[in-house]
């Protein structure tokens, strides 16, 4: 995913643009309560641009089911394919309606990101250092979830976000990571990312 | 979570309801779609009730805001909290949606829980045997998500459901783990749960 790589395109099959709807609809509530945990006016955008999209997406959806009904077996299958675009519609919704509050001024929501902050998987943020290990290496080959059990969210790179950064994403230094998991994962995490541990290397068993 | 435990009390501050439902709207999300996918009545039947249960939230948020309001100040606070709280419920709702879809028969849905299974994080379930390693530990001592990188979104012990189970939640042969997370993650896991690996035992770094 991420905007960044210039995939505006709508995917051409009702299947392929579920399948988008689907993953963003799981993405889009992380992103917005870590809007409000981080009172970020830019990852409100994301989750706004992301919430129009979603618009784009079942407004397409509808039309291409209803041009490859052929049956009314097929008529049915669409149905309810379209009953799930939807609902991952009305969660972006939701989600939208969540970073509105950004609207107003932070002295009248002060205590939202400190609670928000006390479930049981946080959302939390660190910055990639120049000497650490990750740099230079993509999200997938260091298999960040399985190693570590944090979620990279979101990614920011000077200006610009990436959320939901692909597994070939290639980290640089300085680059702002969002993440999500428990208090120890992230200890884990932030001692690799500042360069205080090295990525542990495990021999290869197969190539590839 | 998991209201096996007796769990159906309203938790007793605005904060504490609103913590459970920020908690649920992440999971509910999740576990409507592992409905579908597993084609799994009883997963539908949990969705539905903890969107009952957020409907029930949401009214007694609304009211313990109100009489908790004693300034303007106040008002506009929890009124950001209120609408948080609305956008959590309107995210159930939607994964209601979601799942209602298993009323149909089968035979007009056959393609949706193929295409669900191609999305980047997988849903799938594994069986703890008798011989594994991980059946009388915690999840939260043996680290699950840290050390494999899967989710457990479910859980399944003889007929009863419990869904985002707690790290202090023992683990018994036959239980039936709904989990998300990549292929690779799944395979360790697989590993550990049919015993065919040990969980690994790290050298202790400090007491608890």
């Known amino acids: ?12 099959t ?9 993953d963003t609809s799981e993405v889009i509530v992380d992103l917005a309560y870590a809007a409000l945990v981080f009172d970020s006016q830019e990852m409100a955008e994301e989750v706004q641009h992301l919430e129009r999209r979603m618009d ?5 959806i509808r039309i291409k089911a209803m041009l490859s009904a052929r049956t009314k077996r097929d008529a049915e299958q669409l149905a309810g394919l379209l009953q799930v675009a939807s609902a991952a519609e009305a969660i972006s919704n939701a989600a939208g309606d969540i ?3 950004l609207k107003y001024d932070s002295d009248k929501r002060p205590f939202l990101p400190i609670f928000l902050k006390e479930a049981e998987e946080k959302i939390k943020s660190l910055t990639l250092a120049e000497k650490s290990d990750m740099v230079n290496r993509t999200i997938g080959e260091m298999g960040v ?3 570590t059990g944090m979620r990279i969210i979101a990614l920011k790179r000077g200006k610009r976000w990436m ?3 692909e597994p070939n994403n290639r980290l640089k230094a300085g680059d ?3 993440v999500r998991g428990t208090d120890n994962g992230f200890e884990v995490l932030r001692s690799f990312a500042s360069g ?4 542990p290397q495990y021999p290869v068993k197969e190539a590839g």
Do not use: F, Q
């Open 1 to 12: 995913m991420g905007h960044e790589d210039g995939k505006d395109k709508v995917p051409r």
């Open 14 to 22: 009702v299947r392929d643009i579920l399948t988008e709807m689907k």
């Open 56 to 60: 784009i997406l079942l407004y397409n």
């Open 99 to 101: 970073v509105n509050l």
């Open 145 to 147: 979830e399985s190693e």
């Open 163 to 165: 959320y939901d950064p």
């Open 176 to 178: 702002l990571l969002i």
């Open 196 to 199: 205080d541990r090295l990525w």
